[in-house]
């Protein structure tokens, strides 16, 4: 036992030799035994969602002007998820790092942004408070493309940080879509009616379900995916999101 703990030292102590811990953003190299994966000046960089914000969709007020209540959109039409929630917003180091986990492929990104979502001290959201989590899916012919589905990289992080369920194939993404990048707002609704399928309902049944994804922009796709999932008869439909755009 003890001469494990030594090994596991010796182990731990040559792996920080061999490779340093850099920042998850700037990849700067970081403090030795730094338990952190971002260097002070970018985590001071990124702006992480807080209070006041919109209680149902997440969606932040400036501080000091107001306290916490529903947003305009969400008093005009209560969106088809109970919660939504994200660390930060879309901008800066955590945009940077998005784009280098989606685009160029950097899974260990991605688990790293899994990580500091996991064990972040939110205020008001509690992933244990949640059954299953459900990444949201890609569709067959985008996972081919990217050779991953994010949201399932960062779901599967999470899910094994709290010793939560992750349930990636309840729910299928059947109809292709466009890129929700190039539209907006109505537009986005459109393109994404439909799209989801709850393939086995079963494991959604009365269950208190947390879709997870990367980037909440309009809300269009988390909205659908969250609809269909009520329908299946799921108790409490929350949402996840590393980021939010503002
Ligand atoms: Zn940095
Ligand atoms: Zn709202």
């Known amino acids: 036992m003890r001469r494990d703990k030594t090994l596991g030292t010796i182990f731990a102590a040559l792996t920080e030799v061999l490779f340093p811990s850099r920042c998850l953003a700037c990849l700067s190299l970081l403090p030795d035994g730094s338990r952190h994966s971002l260097c002070p000046a970018c985590d001071a960089r990124i ?132 890129p929700q990048v190039s539209l907006d707002g109505k537009d986005r609704r459109e393109n994404v009616r439909d799209a989801f399928v709850v393939v086995r309902p079963q494991c959604l049944e009365g269950k208190r379900v947390l879709l997870v994804d990367d980037v909440f922009t309009t809300g269009s796709t988390v909205s659908e995916c969250a609809r269909v999932v009520k329908k299946a008869g799921a108790a409490w439909v929350g949402v996840f999101t590393v980021a939010r755009v503002v």
Do not use: M
Not at 50 to 78: D, I
Not at 111 to 138: H, I, M, N, Q
Not at 160 to 177: G, I, K, M, N
């Open 47 to 178: 702006r992480y969602i807080k209070e006041p914000l919109c209680p149902v969709c997440g969606l932040p007020f400036e501080a000091g002007t107001t306290t916490s209540h529903p947003c305009g959109a969400c008093l005009k039409e209560r969106p088809p998820f109970d919660v939504a929630r994200a660390l930060g917003r879309y901008e800066g180091p955590l945009l940077e790092v998005i784009h280098r986990f989606k685009y160029r492929k950097d899974t260990a990104a991605g688990e790293a942004l899994g990580r500091l979502a996991a064990s972040y001290p939110f205020f008001d959201f509690s992933f244990t408070a949640y059954d299953v989590l459900v990444p949201v899916p890609l569709h067959l012919r985008r996972l081919r493309e990217r050779g991953f589905n994010q949201a399932l990289v960062l779901g599967r992080v999470v899910a094994r940080h709290h010793h939560l369920a992750l349930d990636f194939d309840a729910v299928a993404r059947h109809r292709d879509t466009t």
